[in-house]
């Protein structure tokens, strides 16, 4: 399984940004893949899921309304939109996938993980 981010930058407050994950080496079943955030000295989040199945997504709550998780099947790629970005949302993130049958919402319930992109929002 491979996962490469990309798209992170600098912009301003805001102002949108297009994350991109290119996966490989996803074929299992109840595959959910998702976007985390870690900022500095701060624990690793959620920010949203998608469900391969069914392309069912959750976001967390700072998320919705803001941040839209997507998928291309073809592509293979998983994409995160985020819109009226503000400085808080400044962090590493980072895609990962996961086998689970519920919607899995703990970074530890994700075995792969990309390398992460940073993203920072200038006030």
């Known amino acids: 399984v491979l996962l490469v981010e990309s798209g992170g930058g600098l912009v301003q407050t805001g102002g949108s940004l297009r994350l991109s994950c290119a996966t490989s080496?996803?074929?299992?079943?109840?595959?959910?893949t998702a976007w985390f955030r870690q900022g500095s000295g701060k624990d690793r989040e959620l920010v949203a899921t998608?469900?391969?199945?069914?392309?069912?997504?959750y976001s967390a709550d700072f998320a919705k309304g803001r941040f839209v998780i997507s998928r291309d099947k073809v592509k293979k790629m998983v994409y995160l939109d985020m819109n009226n970005l503000v400085p808080e949302d400044t962090a590493v993130y980072f895609c990962?996938?996961?086998?689970?049958?519920?919607?899995?919402?703990?970074?530890?319930?994700?075995?792969?993980w990309g390398q992460g992109t940073q993203v920072t929002v200038s006030s």
């Open positions: 990962a996938a996961a086998r689970s049958m519920d919607i899995p919402k703990n970074q530890y319930d994700y075995s792969f």
């Open positions: 080496g996803l074929t299992f079943s109840l595959l959910h």
């Open positions: 998608i469900r391969w199945s069914d392309d069912e997504t």
